[in-house]
Each structure stands twice: as structure tokens, then as C-alpha cells.
């Protein structure tokens, strides 16, 4: 069943379910996707998730897109204090058409502060309850790449001190254009130091990092899970349906008609070599034990005792009701260890 979990140490408690909404503005319309908040509003979901990139695939032409329906949503359906939002503000890249002047992005006050006051109006909201730095202006691996150098770009000029970034969100928080402060896509590292800082008393205190977790993705395990334990940051876990890969829609090559990888072609990070294999083991299990593949693997991640909220997206009602319906699966300690014994068989093969 769903239940409410502490963000943090912030005193708000967040469903165990989030709703993403990286659809909204290109797989969905302005209806379709407020007819999403709306059925996950019914189920006592009180956690949104959006992004000022998004929608996904990230252009010029929509970006901005998925906040504004979330806005006319809330406009019309009002409730603003009983919704969690949260979105967040893209890190280094080349990319131009984020900001007005038409510079690259950077995570330093200047960027961060427009990119804030942008993300406010389009959700028509004073606030935001939960403000992520998307992903670092370090070089670190992005989004599934092996290499140790930045796989998305980043421009010239030195990277942006983790300091920086926290006096620029600490002006925000005191103006209450803030309430609170997450990361993503983030490492270990990264974390302490954005913790540590704010112990030395710059800036504020991080409340989550949402990461990549999935049944093919189980990284999170090594090193960053513990913080929820020792310092209540939790993760706020993306892709649990490994981009639609663990539905078992795409074994055997299969396109489905509007799935996003049959879209866009940009699934590659869950088809590198050991993903298949693993993907159809799962699948065979959820079905051996009457479950949808879904549902398994959605309810997996949901169960992990360092979640504090399971994002999940769909492009239909339909597939919203049954990524839903893994709240009413039940992990048996002999599904963990049937689970437990595929990954020791197949690892990580998409992190």
C-alpha cells in the first residue's frame, strides 16, 4: 500500500510513489496530463517531479513544456499546500536555449537564479518545495556512460565550486523561493561534499539525490545508500522500469508502436551488453510468480528501506493503473532471494 515517508530532515512527508512527468509537452498532451495528476492525486499521491529540461527528449521547442501543465493544473485544481513539488535546474552543458542571453549552463548563481524565477512561472507558484540540481557541474559520468570525463559537453572555463552553487540556493531558501535543496545523478563524493559544506555552515543542508535504480541498476547499493541511514538523505529513485526495458516490451528487438525508444532511439543506456539477458529473467520471474514485470520491478524498488519515493512516469492512464497496481505486491523473502540470486548472476549491466 502506499505510505508517507520523511524527505530528510525537512518534517514533510512525501508518498512512497512520485509522479513523473518528463512526458508531459511530447508523449502527452496538456490533458493527458492532467488527467495523470489528477488519478495520482485520487491515490493519495502527493509527490510531483519535473524538471525545467523537460520534456524528454530535451529541444528548444518544448523545453518547458511539462512545468507549464503542471501550472495550468494546479490553477485549476487548486490544492497547491497539499502537493509536493519538485523540479530542478539543468547542470554544466553546452546547450544554449535555456537561458535568455543564450549562454551555456552552469550551476552559479546567475543560472540558477533564472533558471528558478523560469521554473515559478511556469508552475504558477510562489514556491518550490524541493529544488534539484539535475546533475553536477563536475566531470563525472552522465546518464550511463563509463567514462570518467563528461559525457555531455560542458563548455570551457573551470568547474563551479559545490560552495558557489549552496550561497546561490542559500539566497533562495531565505527568500522563500526554495523550501528545500536535493542533487541527482550524483555520486558518493558529491554528496559528502555538498554535506559537508553545509555543516561548515554554507548553504543548506541536501534532503535527497535522485539517482538512476532498477533491477539492471543497482549501483546506489555501494556507498550511497548509507547516507539514508546515517544522514536522512534518501533517493529519490528514477527509472525503475529501466526507460520501459524491465515491461519486457523490447526483448527480441521488438518496437512497440510509441514507445519512447521506437520514438526517439535514445535508450542506449539500457542496451549495452548483459542488459537482455537480465531483463528477461526478470521478466520470466514476475511472471512465474503472477505479478506483471512492472509491477515486480516497480515494487522492488519501492520496498528498498534508503527510497524515500519511487518516481514512475507513464504515457497512458493504463499504464498508470498498473504501475500503481505494484502496490499491492508483496516481496516475499522468497521473491528477495530469487531476486537477489538473478542479480548475483547478472550484476549491474546498466548503470
Given at each position: 500500500m502506499l505510505d508517507y515517508r520523511p524527505l530528510g530532515r525537512t518534517g514533510i512527508s512525501v508518498s512512497s510513489i512520485a509522479l513523473g512527468t518528463m512526458t508531459f509537452g511530447e508523449q502527452n498532451t496538456e490533458a493527458e496530463g492532467h488527467a495523470q495528476l489528477d488519478l495520482a492525486r485520487d491515490r493519495g499521491i502527493n509527490f510531483i517531479d519535473a524538471a525545467e529540461l523537460y520534456p524528454i527528449p530535451p529541444r528548444a521547442e518544448t523545453q518547458?513544456?511539462?512545468?507549464?501543465?503542471?501550472?495550468?493544473?494546479?490553477?485549476?485544481?487548486?490544492?497547491?499546500?497539499?502537493?509536493?513539488?519538485?523540479?530542478?535546474?539543468?547542470?554544466?552543458?553546452d546547450a544554449t536555449y535555456f537561458r535568455a542571453d543564450g549562454s551555456t549552463t552552469r550551476l552559479d548563481a546567475k543560472n540558477i537564479n533564472e533558471a528558478v524565477e523560469g521554473s515559478l512561472k511556469r508552475l504558477g507558484t510562489d514556491y518550490i518545495d524541493l529544488y534539484q540540481l539535475h546533475w553536477p557541474d563536475r566531470a563525472v559520468p552522465l546518464f550511463g556512460q563509463r567514462a570518467t570525463t563528461r559525457a555531455r559537453g560542458?563548455?570551457?572555463?573551470?568547474?563551479?565550486?559545490?560552495?558557489?552553487?549552496?550561497?546561490?540556493?542559500?539566497a533562495l531558501v531565505k527568500a522563500g523561493k526554495v523550501r528545500h535543496i536535493g542533487l541527482s545523478n550524483e555520486t558518493a563524493w558529491g554528496l559528502s561534499a555538498f554535506l559537508?559544506?553545509?555543516?561548515?555552515?554554507?548553504?543548506?543542508?541536501?534532503v535527497s539525490v535522485q539517482n538512476a535504480y532498477n533491477l539492471v541498476n543497482r549501483v546506489y547499493e555501494t556507498g550511497l545508500a548509507?547516507?539514508?541511514q546515517r544522514e536522512d538523505v534518501g533517493l529519490l529513485a528514477y527509472s525503475p522500469l529501466a526507460q520501459g526495458f524491465l515491461t519486457g516490451k523490447y526483448l527480441d528487438g521488438a518496437l512497440p508502436p510509441g514507445a519512447r525508444k521506437t520514438l526517439f532511439n535514445r535508450a542506449q543506456r539500457y542496451e549495452k551488453p548483459g542488459t537482455e539477458?537480465?531483463?528477461?529473467?526478470?521478466?520470466a520471474l514476475a511472471r512465474e510468480v503472477g505479478v506483471s514485470p512492472a509491477q515486480l520491478a516497480i515494487a522492488f524498488v519501492t520496498s528498498r528501506p534508503f527510497v524515500t519515493s519511487n518516481i514512475i512516469g507513464?504515457?497512458?492512464l493504463a499504464q498508470l493503473e498498473e504501475d500503481l497496481g505494484s502496490l499491492d505486491v508483496t516481496l516475499t523473502p522468497e521473491i528477495?532471494?530469487?531476486?537477489?540470486?538473478?542479480?548475483?548472476?547478472?550484476?549491474?549491466?546498466?548503470?
Open positions: 518547458g513544456a511539462t512545468e507549464r501543465i503542471i501550472g495550468s493544473w494546479l490553477k485549476a485544481r487548486g490544492g497547491r499546500d497539499k502537493v509536493v513539488i519538485a523540479t530542478k535546474v539543468v547542470g554544466r552543458s560542458g563548455g570551457e572555463g573551470p568547474e563551479v565550486a559545490i560552495e558557489e552553487t549552496l550561497v546561490a540556493l542559500d559537508a559544506a553545509a555543516e561548515k555552515g554554507i548553504g543548506p543542508r541536501v548509507e547516507f539514508h539477458e537480465a531483463v528477461r529473467a526478470y521478466v507513464a504515457t497512458s528477495e532471494d530469487r531476486i537477489d540470486a538473478l542479480h548475483q548472476l547478472h550484476g549491474n549491466p546498466a548503470p
